[in-house]
């Protein structure tokens, strides 16, 4: 089981920027992916996930609005599209695998290295 973010850069306040998470050694449909973020200094923070088979989304108050998590079974792939992004948005961004329903990080169990995300003029 594998789990790559990349997109991650560097983006104005204001700005969009949409995560990828590349998976493999499982099928997509049976597992729950979340996206989780860790700024410096701080602990690890749910971002959002869509449960797996119905696809329904949940997110994080912070985010709500602004971030939507989106799944593409052909490609393997889930997106986090993030809009009108903030400073405070600044953070390494992860994506994780779960067979549960949660925003929980102990709950998952496999886990993709991240990618950094900077929101800055």
């Known amino acids: 089981v594998q789990l790559q973010a990349s997109g991650g850069g560097l983006v104005q306040p204001g700005g969009s920027l949409r995560l990828s998470c590349a998976t493999s050694?499982?099928?997509?449909?049976?597992?729950?992916i979340g996206w989780f973020r860790q700024a410096p200094g701080k602990e690890r923070e749910g971002v959002g996930y869509?449960?797996?088979?119905?696809?329904?989304?949940y997110y994080a108050g912070s985010v709500k609005g602004r971030f939507t998590i989106s799944r593409d079974n052909a490609k393997n792939t889930v997106y986090l599209q993030m809009n009108s992004l903030r400073p405070d948005d600044t953070a390494v961004y992860y994506c994780?695998?779960?067979?549960?329903?949660?925003?929980?990080?102990?709950?998952?169990?496999?886990w993709g290295q991240g990618t950094l995300v900077t929101v800055s003029s």
């Open positions: 994780a695998a779960t067979n549960m329903a949660t925003m929980l990080a102990y709950d998952y169990d496999y």
């Open positions: 869509i449960t797996k088979r119905d696809g329904r989304t």
């Open positions: 050694g499982f099928t997509l449909d049976y597992y729950a």
